[in-house]
C-alpha cells in the first residue's frame, strides 16, 4: 500500500509535501505531483502538510479519484509524452529534478 495524490494538486503543487517526505519518494511532473508507490514507506508525513487534501492513502481515496490509484503508478511505470523510457525507480526525486511531463489522465485534465 502507498499514499496517492489526486486531482487537487493539479495546477497547485503546493510542494509542503516534498520537503516533509523523509524518503524523498514525490516527484515533480509539469502539472501534479506523484508518489512513487514502490519507494513510499508509508509513513502518512505528506497527508496532513497537504494544503489541498490532494494526499490520501491507497484504500482511503475519495470517490470519483480512483483512477489516480494507476495514474500514480502509470508515471513510473511507463513513458511520459517526451520521453523515450520509463522513469522506473530512481531512487529519489532530488535526483532527477522536475520530470516536466505528465500522464494522459493529469494532461488532458481542464487547466485551473
Known sequence: MTYV?????IDVMDKACIDECPVDCIYEGARALYIHPE???DCGACE??????AISYESEV???QEAFLADNARFFAEPL???AEALGSPGGASAVGPIGADTE???????R
Open 5 to 9: 495524490i489526486s486531482t487537487s494538486c
Open 39 to 41: 519507494e513510499c514507506v
Open 48 to 53: 496532513p502538510v497537504c494544503p489541498e487534501e
Open 62 to 64: 475519495p470517490a470519483g
Open 81 to 83: 509524452p517526451g520521453r
Open 105 to 111: 489522465l493529469v494532461a488532458s485534465h481542464p487547466q
